[in-house]
């Protein structure tokens, strides 16, 4: 088609500049020459534009790609709500979990249980006269998928929320934060900027390290009741 409309115009200038030739009019002439320049441009677009140029696959491949990511992230965050709420509803009831404190004033609670499923979840808590923080996470698999901060001080709270994709990779990072001189409620918002989510998940892997720490001074043979009712004892965990 390309190829038509570029002969077509070839032709149409082929006889405007034989009709220019053959007019005695001056004006018209010149009329006659700025057509013919102008159909030299076009047939200039059509010849660049009906080259042998070669799509840019990478480019159309990155666009789908990017679409699928985008998808892939959306659907990654149903599953994962669908796997908080599993989690949720089991710690209503009494599952296998051991704990363990530490501190007196400013006190360090740590929490962590399973469950036949695959699901799991550790908590850590930390609290003094009017302030309470806590970091929760939840597994499946042993595969960290969510990340649950919570920080209340003197009537203000911030919640952060970081969901990741099964590879173990931070997908989306939210926070919201409330304090009781905001008239137009809470604020939220998502993280974006690459150092202040590294520095986020910098506290977020130090609360893990503290909450590993903790448990492994769980005394032994402590006694709990699993998911099935049955009453079991956990082995102490320590350093060697």
Not at 94 to 107: F, L, N, P, W
Not at 126 to 137: D, K, P, Q, V, Y
């Given at each position: 088609m390309?190829?038509?409309?570029?002969?077509?115009?070839?032709?149409?200038?082929?006889?405007l500049v034989?009709?220019?030739?053959?007019?005695?009019?001056?004006?018209?002439?010149?009329?006659l020459?700025?057509?013919?320049?102008?159909?030299?441009?076009?047939?200039?677009?059509?010849?660049?534009?009906?080259?042998?140029?070669?799509?840019?696959?990478?480019?159309?491949?990155?666009?789908?790609?990017?679409?699928?990511?985008?998808q892939?992230?959306?659907?990654?965050?149903i599953?994962?709500?669908?796997?908080y709420?599993?989690?949720?509803?089991?710690?209503?009831?009494?599952?296998?979990?051991?704990s363990?404190t530490?501190?007196?004033?400013?006190?360090?609670?740590?929490?962590?249980?399973?469950?036949a499923?695959?699901f799991?979840?550790q908590?850590?808590?930390?609290?003094g006269?009017?302030?309470?923080?806590?970091?929760?996470?939840?597994y499946?698999?042993?595969?960290?998928?969510f990340v649950?901060?919570?920080i209340?001080?003197?009537?203000?709270?911030?919640?952060?929320?970081?969901y990741?994709?099964?590879?173990?990779?931070?997908?989306?990072?939210?926070?919201?934060?409330?304090?009781?001189?905001?008239?137009?409620?809470?604020?939220s918002?998502?993280?974006?900027?690459?150092s202040?989510k590294?520095?986020?998940?910098?506290?977020?892997?130090?609360?893990?390290?503290?909450?590993n720490?903790?448990?492994l001074?769980?005394?032994?043979?402590?006694?709990?009741?699993?998911?099935?009712?049955?009453?079991?004892?956990?082995?102490d965990?320590r350093?060697?």
């Amino acid at each position: 088609m390309k190829q038509f409309k570029y002969f077509l115009f070839l032709s149409i200038l082929c006889s405007l500049v034989l009709f220019t030739n053959c007019g005695d009019d001056n004006k018209e002439k010149k009329l006659l020459n700025k057509e013919v320049e102008l159909l030299k441009k076009e047939v200039e677009l059509l010849k660049n534009n009906s080259s042998d140029k070669k799509i840019d696959e990478s480019s159309v491949y990155n666009k789908e790609n990017a679409l699928v990511i985008k998808q892939s992230v959306e659907d990654r965050i149903i599953e994962i709500r669908e796997f908080y709420s599993k989690i949720e509803i089991a710690r209503r009831k009494k599952g296998s979990c051991i704990s363990a404190t530490k501190g007196e004033g400013q006190v360090w609670t740590a929490e962590e249980c399973k469950w036949a499923d695959g699901f799991s979840f550790q908590w850590i808590s930390h609290h003094g006269l009017g302030w309470r923080m806590s970091t929760s996470f939840y597994y499946k698999e042993d595969q960290l998928f969510f990340v649950f901060v919570d920080i209340v001080d003197e009537g203000a709270y911030r919640q952060t929320r970081v969901y990741y994709d099964r590879e173990g990779e931070v997908i989306r990072m939210l926070e919201k934060y409330e304090d009781q001189s905001m008239e137009d409620g809470p604020e939220s918002k998502e993280f974006t900027d690459e150092s202040v989510k590294q520095r986020k998940l910098s506290s977020i892997a130090d609360d893990l390290k503290k909450l590993n720490t903790l448990l492994l001074t769980v005394k032994k043979s402590e006694i709990y009741i699993d998911e099935n009712g049955i009453v079991k004892c956990q082995e102490d965990v320590r350093f060697p």
